[in-house]
């Protein structure tokens, strides 16, 4: 059970934040007692070395690690995004899917490499296309052995640290055929820094250059065409998992405005108190959508009502985010605003919740959709991948 370890933990993100977040440099240190902790085998299945949790206790840590460091907790989610779609696939999916026996080997392989001490990051993005799979313009195409991959990512958090990262390209002979691969770091994966944005300034989410030779096994289910299929079976991993993360980061915000302000002696202030109290509230109702969100997916994932309320998850914790770090931001005053203290970086970092896929306007357009009697993954006014 790593949830006490992740409450330990998140003091000391939070001590060293304010350097990360200033210098716009990976949380190393962070990671490094995530990877002693055994962290990257959290979503991993019992039989290969990790704890086998599922999505709800995902959501319980990443809120916890997110009230320490949102970044750190951004980019952990991105790995826990990779683990926990691969460990998720069941014997019954593999064979519904056909998926074949060398591909299931090479999933197990990534997997136990992860409770071992490895960590993915998931280079999806592309400027121009953002994460819409059925834009990218990254191609692959069947070599000798393998396919070859090449093309430009952008947005990689934690782009130059991981130990793999999983790459969406479209396949040259059939543009419709968008895949997923599992590539190691090193030899043809080349960083930009690009990355100097408003908040989750930490997460180093730079430019990856592509072009790259990897063998047939880091072909994602070993069938290609299935990184649409995927978003769609299991779209808590791509709509929901950072909701956890941006609660955690609005209670962080809470938190550090009851700290200044019962240090500025402000506490008597009725406009202060009340701002206080709706955002306490605000964020524990955010929170449980989260956990109602995690327990429908633990207990029947890919049902109608349990997709209903992974994207009310994420709308939620997005929107709540940032108004509640306006909120607390204004309660707290201007000296709150200065480089360095606390509210001034979590006020950043809220702000990126509502923009990460889906964003709050998308989730509000799928669940509209749905709600008018739709059908919210295909009645969008553009593809929602
Ligand atoms: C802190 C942070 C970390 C990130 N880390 C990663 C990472 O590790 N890996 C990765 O691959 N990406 C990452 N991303 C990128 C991110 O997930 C998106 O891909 C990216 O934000 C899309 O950027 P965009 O500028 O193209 O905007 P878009 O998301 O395309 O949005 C532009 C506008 O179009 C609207 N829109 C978008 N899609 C639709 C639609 N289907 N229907 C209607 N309207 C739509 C939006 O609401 C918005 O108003 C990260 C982003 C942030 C902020």
């Known amino acids: 059970m790593l949830l006490p370890e992740a409450r330990r933990l998140a003091p000391r993100f939070a001590a060293r934040a304010g ?64 683990t926990g779609a691969l460990g998720g696939i069941t014997d019954e999916l593999a064979e519904a899917l056909g998926l074949p026996a060398e591909a299931l080997a090479a999933r197990d392989g990534f997997l136990r490499a992860a409770a071992e001490g490895s960590w993915y990051a998931v280079a999806m993005s592309e400027r121009g296309a953002g994460s819409r799979l059925s834009r990218m313009a990254t191609t692959y195409e069947p070599v000798d052995g393998g396919y070859r991959i090449s093309g430009a ?67 994602l289910g070993g069938l290609e065409g299935l990184a649409l299929v995927a978003a769609q079976l299991a779209p808590h991993w791509m709509v929901a998992s950072y909701a956890a993360v941006y609660v955690g980061v609005a209670r962080a915000a809470v938190d550090a405005a009851i700290e200044h302000v019962n240090n500025r002696g402000l506490g008597g202030l009725p406009a202060v108190r009340a701002r206080i109290g709706r955002a306490d509230a605000a964020v524990s109702a955010a929170h ?98």
């Open 153 to 219: 990512k952008t947005f990689c958090s934690g782009a130059g640290h991981a130990d793999g990262y999983l790459v969406a390209a479209r396949s040259t002979d059939d543009p419709g055929r968008v895949s997923q691969f599992l590539v190691p770091a090193g030899d043809g994966l080349k960083v930009e820094p690009t990355w100097d944005a408003l908040g989750m300034r930490a997460t180093g989410s730079h430019d990856l250059h592509v072009d790259v030779t990897v063998p047939a096994t880091a072909l």
């Open 288 to 385: 449980l959508t989260v956990r109602e969100a995690a327990r429908r997916v633990d207990e029947a994932p890919g049902e109608a009502e349990t997709n209903r309320w992974v994207w009310r998850a994420k709308l939620l914790a997005g929107t709540t985010a940032a108004e509640v770090a306006a909120s607390m931001l204004e309660a707290a005053g201007t000296s709150a605003m200065r480089r360095g203290h606390p509210l001034e970086r979590l006020y950043r970092d809220a702000r990126a919740g509502s923009l990460q896929p889906a964003t709050s306007d998308v989730c509000a357009d799928w669940l509209g959709v749905e709600a008018l009697g739709g059908d919210p993954d295909t009645d969008g006014v553009a593809p929602r991948w």
């Open 19 to 82: 350097a990360s977040d200033r210098d716009g440099t990976f949380p190393a240190d962070d990671f490094a007692e995530l990877r002693a902790a055994g962290f990257f085998g959290l979503l991993v299945p019992a039989r290969l070395g990790g704890s086998g949790a599922g999505f709800g206790e995902y959501a319980e840590i990443a809120y916890e690690l997110a009230r320490g460091n949102g970044a750190t907790a951004l980019i952990f989610n991105m790995h826990a995004s990779v």
